[in-house]
């Protein structure tokens, strides 16, 4: 493929690298669209792949279902994970130390009344405990630190307060505290991670009447003191989208400033640097992030990718996926196969019927 010239310098980066689709596979299990908080894609002890998707029925319903593949993205099952007879939502999946999974999202009750959940699996997918919660709403990412303790955020029943919750390993809440108080509207893209100095970093974004947007970093403790927290404003037509420890000393947080990359090179006193990436054609939402063997970040948007440096400088970028992932909006991850090839989950769009499959692209970047 041909590298696309810098925008910044008009000038071809002679570090460009070609990438290669070694396989393009459409699992055949009808899902919903997803808007999910994270990867839902992950490696299995075998070098397969774990997926967790909207698996849609003959009845309508929806229900949140493990997808599991070899290294070649042929499906070797699928398992709901959930009771039927009513419609649900996913939107977060973590792997945890015993080689199991932490899922999540909500379950509709009545009208527009839903109950969050987490769902607890062992590493084949069969379901240890279910977990229902009705006092939260929009559960983030999920940590599992010392004792199988289990620390997530989210918001409360009324919308108004983010708060850290904590939960033993059977996933009953020990004690819950508020991080922000009387918000306007939780919005986008929220991440939950371990920080560098074995601390913890929470990112959030939430929008203002006027549509603007603030978007909030937090690094607190495990008893839920914050000890810093930065923040920085985003436009209308702006949002954060993805965040990941890069080296030793600090973090990306990739936001869209339409219609521009902005890499927030965040450190580990919540220090920010910005760097403003123009990219022409490509749709500058990074949604998905990785780091390379050569310490690079690969930044991978609805329609194709992005390459930095760890300090956020440019690198090259390449529209890349408009051809080979029909629904491009649905980024729901990247994973290192440690073979020298790298997969991509997504799913395809049937036109003019309105379904969606998930869809797995393994590719190369040399």
């Not at 070649?72 to 977060?92: A, E, F, L, P, R």
């Amino acid at each position: 493929m041909q590298k696309n010239k810098n925008p910044d310098n008009n000038n071809d980066n002679p570090t460009a690298k070609n990438i290669t689709v070694v396989n393009n596979q459409n699992l055949t299990v009808e899902i919903e669209d997803m808007y999910v908080y994270g990867p839902n894609i992950f490696k299995t002890p075998d070098n397969g792949n774990m997926l967790y998707v909207l698996k849609k029925e003959t009845s309508g319903n929806s229900y949140p279902a493990l997808i599991k593949t070899d290294n070649d993205n042929n499906m070797q099952w699928c398992k709901i994970v959930v009771d039927t007879g009513s419609n649900y939502y996913v939107s977060i999946m973590s792997q945890i130390n015993d080689g199991g999974y932490l899922l999540g999202g909500y379950k509709y009750i009545t009208g527009s009344k839903s109950m969050e959940f987490l769902v607890k699996t062992d590493a084949s997918g069969e379901v240890v405990w279910t977990k229902f919660y009705s006092n939260l709403n929009h559960i983030s990412n999920i940590l599992e630190l010392s004792g199988n303790n289990l620390y997530f955020f989210a918001m409360d029943s009324t919308y108004d307060n983010v708060v850290l919750c904590k939960a033993n390993q059977s996933g009953d809440i020990i004690w819950s505290e508020i991080l922000v108080d009387s918000i306007p509207y939780s919005y986008g893209q929220r991440t939950f991670i371990k920080s560098n100095d074995n601390y913890y970093i929470a990112e959030f974004t939430y929008k203002h009447y006027d549509d603007t947007k603030t978007t909030l970093i937090f690094k607190i403790d495990e008893n839920g003191n914050i000890l810093a927290q930065n923040q920085y404003s985003l436009s209308e037509n702006s949002l954060t989208y993805s965040f990941l420890p890069v080296d030793a000393n600090s973090y990306f947080c990739v936001t869209y400033i339409e219609p521009n990359f902005d890499i927030k090179v965040v450190d580990n006193n919540l220090n920010i640097t910005d760097k403003i990436i123009q990219a022409t054609n490509i749709e500058c939402r990074g949604k998905s992030l990785l780091k390379l063997p050569d310490n690079n970040v690969l930044i991978m948007s609805i329609n194709g990718m992005v390459e930095t440096d760890i300090s956020g400088n440019y690198k090259w970028y390449e529209v890349f996926f408009t051809d080979v992932l029909q629904n491009p909006w649905s980024n729901y991850g990247i994973v290192n196969n440690n073979d020298g090839t790298y997969t991509l989950f997504g799913s395809t769009i049937t036109l003019g019927y309105n379904k969606f499959y998930p869809k797995l692209i393994k590719f190369t970047v040399k």
